[in-house]
């Protein structure tokens, strides 16, 4: 059995995925105490008792980065991927645990996805990227052969980025951006060229 935490917009893509791959699901857990239901499936303020840490396992159903990464860090369930049977991955790509992929998605040869990512509908991730934890590759995204994205970092909706690229952790990328060059830690890149706008302050990553 599968649970999901947040029971939002997020999360009904992820259940259609599981329930696509006939994966039974549980419920889900949201700590907005109106959220009663989700896609008919009960929405939990806790775990319910029928949780079996032994054999149930849970997936992350939040967009946002940085909440992602601090439930994934707080707990010692078992996670699992969700990928859309509709996404083409190559076979020599590597895709780690919590990662949901989906539909229309492509991942091509010798790519590498971290942990808790999110490569969302109809992105194509080229071959040789390499992608860190807690990534949120947006619709329609564009990466160019051999990019390297960092930890936590949001490509916004119908980025492209060249061959080749670094972008660094914690960064921002405008949709609808071109990224031509590399791009720093905690940079917020808009335009085309995309260009540095801003950066984040440091305690938010």
Known sequence: ?????GASGHAKVVIEILE???IPIGGLLDANPEIKSLLNYDVYKDLPVSFNPDHDKIIISIGNNSIRKKIALSLIHQFISAIHTNANISSRAEIDTGTVVMAGASINSDVK???QVIINTNASVDHDCIIGDF???SPNVALGGDVQVGEGTHI???ACVIQGIRIGKWCTIGAGSVIIRDV???AIVVGNPGKIIKYRDRHEF
């Open 20 to 22: 696509k791959q006939n």
């Open 135 to 137: 990534v949120h590759i």
């Open 156 to 158: 916004g909706i119908g």
């Open 1 to 5: 059995m599968v649970y999901l935490i």
């Open 184 to 186: 720093p830690d905690g």
């Open 113 to 115: 996805i971290g942990k």
